[in-house]
């Protein structure tokens, strides 16, 4: 989950390596470092902590140079220290390099340079990859990492320069990202083109087991046979200004605020004129498979794997199909039953989430198709799978994720419909009120943004509990697991969503005056329910934060705490309610002074399993 920068060019290296770092600082903020190349010598400095520390740092030296690497990191392979921090030289300082990854076989290879009489001055496997590239230079770089790579196993996206070589950088992937970015006279490799985005639109995606190198002689690249391949150059419409905060004080609040225009680019063009039925183009030639499809099985992580929840109950019971979902970390390790008419959905923001990569491989081994759900185009998990609906939540840089989750469920409902009508299991009238309702989110979305204040008051009241717990009924289940998890992950406050009548199985136990309770108390066939048990949690001295439909005005006398979302039905409700979730969980982080936009012990994009 690391980030990487490389840069190589006519400018001055720190500046654009140091800029591109702090958009990359989403994948990594346990330590940070760079290395330039000027005059002969590589010079690096690092430090434990986030960018600005490694700024710092760099105020007390002066670093000149065309040719540098930069890295923000996120510890695997030993714990945050000066040591473990990257960039990694050889020990004679010929050889400097960055790496995102895993090498698996670091042990076996770290002991067998070590009987050589290489010695190491970090826990990292990097280290140990970089005195292997070491090893093999002898005045050909591109040749000393592919001889290197060939040796090991694991993951990596890998920028290496050498203090002989002043124009030259390598750089290499497999299973990690890494594009490259080509600009006038300078060139570019990141984990991300967020990083370069300033600079050129012009980008190289590397595919698992190239290997580039960037100089005076353009771009080449090779496979790790050593024979050259050619490159797609893709032209990137990412605004630059859209990755800025603007006025807002953090990008997930930016980022809460965007849903509205989020959703909306998400259903443009999605919704046939007659508002009969939702348009896949990309699926049309699909469509026979999608009819005789017997299962669908989700893979996907965190946030995505809520998402995936939610699809559960909307397909199983608007499209008949029977829905399993899985944890993808779970999924290729458990031996599922897939066959031919098994689609596999995977769910990503990223895209690039190591676990649910694996995933597509084990599915399509077993010979099942691949749909996946992504905001990112051109990466790892759209390029691997037989069909890819895209989410059009543009770029989402704060770590919890926000318009991601809501553009995933206004994807899923257009799905549902799609399916639901392909497969006959839909009638054109149930399809019609379904899509109007949708089309409605975007402006019931930003109504909500009218209970800040409150939710603002709330968050000031609730901020010093230890523990909160989540409850729901059918899809508002998942939500409450969205809503625990945001709360976790940016307050560190204890939370857990559970299903509401599964309280009375174990977690009522827990329920006193100092343990709040969140209820998703909206309308459907469940409400009576979620009242008895909004009850049992008042009857045992709990507070309750109900989040409600506008009509239901008789949560108020129950309810501690109650924020309204505009009226709708249950599926549509449970997307609106996903809103006050997130500024809940914001305010409360914020009310507690958390760092919201980088939790501690956590990274945007999962790219390690």
């Known amino acids: 989950m690391c980030g990487i920068v490389a840069y190589s060019g006519s400018g001055d290296a720190l500046p654009v390596i140091l800029d591109g770092l702090k ?20 010079e690096t400095v690092r430090a434990v902590g986030k960018i600005s520390a490694l700024e710092q740092k760099l105020k007390k030296q002066t670093l000149k140079g065309r040719l540098g690497i930069g890295h923000t990191r996120w510890a695997t392979h030993g714990h945050p ?22 090498i698996e076989n670091f042990n076996v290879l770290k002991n067998q340079l070590l009987s050589e009489g290489i010695a190491f001055q970090s826990e990292t496997d990097t280290e140990v990859l970089v005195a292997l590239i070491g090893k093999y230079y002898a005045g050909d770089l591109e040749q000393a990492v592919r001889a290197a790579l060939n ?33 006038r006279g300078e060139v570019f490799a990141a984990s991300d083109a967020l990083a370069f985005i300033k600079h050129t639109n012009k980008a190289v995606y590397l595919k698992d087991g190239e290997i580039a190198t960037l100089g005076p002689q353009g771009l080449v690249v090779k496979n790790l046979q050593g024979k050259k391949v050619s ?221 800040v204040e409150h939710i603002k ?27 625990a998890l945001k709360l976790k992950e940016i307050s560190y406050i204890h939370a857990e969503g559970y ?35 909004i009850m049992e949690v008042k009857a045992r001295k709990g507070r309750l934060i109900a989040i409600a439909s506008e009509s239901n005005d008789d949560i108020d006398r129950v309810a501690d705490e109650v924020i309204r979302i505009p009226d709708a039905t249950e599926s549509i409700s449970a997307v609106l309610a996903v809103i006050p979730l997130q500024l809940l969980a914001y305010y409360i982080a914020v009310e507690k002074g958390c760092s919201v936009d980088q939790p501690r012990n956590l990274a945007k994009s999962v790219t390690v399993e």
Request: charged share 20%; hydrophobic share 40%.
């Open 23 to 42: 958009y990359l600082e989403y994948r990594g903020y346990d330590s940070a470092g760079v290395a330039i190349l000027n005059d002969g010598r590589i």
């Open 457 to 483: 008051k709330i968050a000031g009241a609730f901020a010093r509990h230890s523990n909160v717990l989540y409850l729901g009924r059918g899809v508002g289940f998942p939500i409450a697991l969205e809503g």
């Open 231 to 451: 490159y797609k150059i893709t032209e990137l419409s990412l605004d630059p200004a859209s990755i800025e905060k603007g006025e807002y004080p953090h990008y997930m609040l930016k980022e809460i605020y965007e849903q509205p225009r989020a959703v909306q680019d998400t259903l443009d063009g999605r919704i046939s004129p007659q508002n009969d039925g939702a348009l896949f183009a990309e699926l049309e030639k699909h469509q026979e498979y999608l009819i005789g499809v017997n299962k669908i099985v989700i893979a996907a992580c965190g946030t995505s794997w809520h998402a995936g929840l939610v699809a559960k109950y909307l397909l199983e019971k608007h499209a008949r199909i029977p829905v399993e979902v899985d944890y993808a970390a779970e999924f290729r390790y458990r031996y599922p039953v897939l066959d031919e008419k098994t689609l596999v959905m995977t769910i990503s923001q990223s895209g690039e989430t190591a676990d649910t990569i694996a995933a597509i491989g084990e599915a399509q081994a077993l010979g099942a198709r691949v749909l996946s759900i992504v905001n990112m185009p051109a990466s790892t998990i759209a390029r691997d799978s037989d069909m890819v609906v895209y989410t059009y939540a543009g770029r989402e840089i704060g770590v919890a994720s926000t318009k991601a989750f809501t553009t995933q469920l206004a994807v899923i409902c257009l799905l549902t419909v799609y399916l639901g009508r392909l497969r006959s299991s839909m009638s054109e009238e149930y399809a019609a009120g379904m899509l109007q309702n949708l089309k409605r989110v975007p402006n019931e979305i930003a109504k909500i943004f009218g209970e």
């Open 151 to 183: 040796e090991v196993t694991g993951t990596y996206a890998l920028a290496v320069i050498a203090r002989d070589r002043p124009d030259e950088l390598v750089v290499a992937k497999k299973a990690s990202p890494l594009c490259i970015g080509l600009g």
């Open 81 to 102: 220290s000066l040591e473990n921090s990257h960039p990694h030289g050889t020990a004679d300082g010929r050889i400097v390099a960055v790496h995102n990854g895993i």
């Open 499 to 533: 299903p509401a009548a599964e309280m009375k199985h174990g977690p009522i136990a827990l329920i006193d005056e100092n343990m709040p309770t969140v209820v998703l108390a909206f309308k459907g066939r469940r409400y009576e329910k979620i009242l008895g048990n």
